[in-house]
């Protein structure tokens, strides 16, 4: 992540720069390295627990935020769902897109700063090339429910109150958003509550973020390989929740 001055949100414009900062290491993350996002699997947990996200219901209107290349988009298509993508790269996008071999128009969108749309023939399936704290969340209409793949772990702390008043408003009354996390630390290290530095999703975040209009439940936590990856002194863990609208 970018580092803690740039989070700094003293003024809109230190914000913006933070914003700014995420936005190009998401896209090198994409044009310039292996993003370990591309070539995931469907998740397991949306699988297990998509009556939890759907509330049972057939043919819902489906949030994914930051969707990158999930193949989670054409799992939700497949069960009979209408899904609505935000991501910030093109090569995601087209990723996607040529990988389930879509047939697909695409248009600009005016009203979003370098907006553009990608819609399935079949209008099941509509993406949108944007910063998700840019767009024109009146494009999407009301959704059902909110599929959220790791997006709120990607949101730097200062913004993340900002990003689940967007995701709010995008939902229909009783809405439903289920989101998976990342939550880590290092064993033997102190706790960070500096509210500029890059930090994992703690459960005082989705009280900050969703409390006063969610009911939240953790439905499953287990350890995660991040873990491995950064040494034997830290530990890492992926967790699910439930926020229903109130």
């Given at each position: 992540m970018a580092d803690s001055e740039s989070h700094e949100c003293s003024s809109e414009g230190h914000v913006t720069a933070g914003r700014r900062a995420v936005e190009q290491e998401w896209a090198a993350a994409w044009y310039d390295g292996d993003c370990k996002d591309a070539n995931r699997e469907v998740s397991k947990w949306l699988k297990e627990h998509s009556d939890k996200l759907t509330g049972g219901k057939a043919n819902c209107r489906?949030?994914?935020?930051?969707?990158?290349?999930?193949?989670d988009l054409?799992?939700?298509?497949d069960e009979g769902h209408e899904v609505i993508g935000l991501e910030l790269v093109d090569k995601a996008l087209h990723l996607f897109l040529d990988r389930h071999r879509i047939k697909y128009t695409t248009s600009q969108v005016p009203s979003v700063n370098d907006g553009k749309c990608y819609k399935s023939k079949d209008k099941?399936?509509?993406?949108?090339?944007?910063?998700?704290?840019e767009m024109d969340m009146s494009l999407i209409g009301k959704v059902d429910c909110v599929w959220d793949c790791g997006a709120m772990t990607d949101i730097p702390p200062a913004e993340r109150k900002d990003y689940s008043?967007?995701?709010?408003?995008?939902?229909?009354?009783?809405?439903?958003?289920?989101t998976e996390t990342l939550a880590f630390g290092e064993i033997e290290g102190e706790d960070n509550d500096d509210e500029d530095e890059f930090r994992p999703v703690e459960e005082k975040d989705f009280q900050k973020m969703y409390g006063e209009r969610c009911s939240i439940e953790m439905l499953c936590e287990e350890d995660s390989k991040e873990a491995e990856e950064w040494g034997p002194s830290w530990w890492a863990k992926n967790?699910?929740?439930?926020l229903l609208l109130k």
């Amino acid at each position: 992540m970018a580092d803690s001055e740039s989070h700094e949100c003293s003024s809109e414009g230190h914000v913006t720069a933070g914003r700014r900062a995420v936005e190009q290491e998401w896209a090198a993350a994409w044009y310039d390295g292996d993003c370990k996002d591309a070539n995931r699997e469907v998740s397991k947990w949306l699988k297990e627990h998509s009556d939890k996200l759907t509330g049972g219901k057939a043919n819902c209107r489906i949030l994914v935020p930051m969707c990158g290349a999930t193949r989670d988009l054409q799992w939700l298509i497949d069960e009979g769902h209408e899904v609505i993508g935000l991501e910030l790269v093109d090569k995601a996008l087209h990723l996607f897109l040529d990988r389930h071999r879509i047939k697909y128009t695409t248009s600009q969108v005016p009203s979003v700063n370098d907006g553009k749309c990608y819609k399935s023939k079949d209008k099941k399936l509509a993406l949108y090339r944007c910063n998700i704290f840019e767009m024109d969340m009146s494009l999407i209409g009301k959704v059902d429910c909110v599929w959220d793949c790791g997006a709120m772990t990607d949101i730097p702390p200062a913004e993340r109150k900002d990003y689940s008043e967007i995701i709010l408003s995008a939902l229909k009354p009783g809405g439903r958003i289920l989101t998976e996390t990342l939550a880590f630390g290092e064993i033997e290290g102190e706790d960070n509550d500096d509210e500029d530095e890059f930090r994992p999703v703690e459960e005082k975040d989705f009280q900050k973020m969703y409390g006063e209009r969610c009911s939240i439940e953790m439905l499953c936590e287990e350890d995660s390989k991040e873990a491995e990856e950064w040494g034997p002194s830290w530990w890492a863990k992926n967790r699910l929740h439930l926020l229903l609208l109130k």
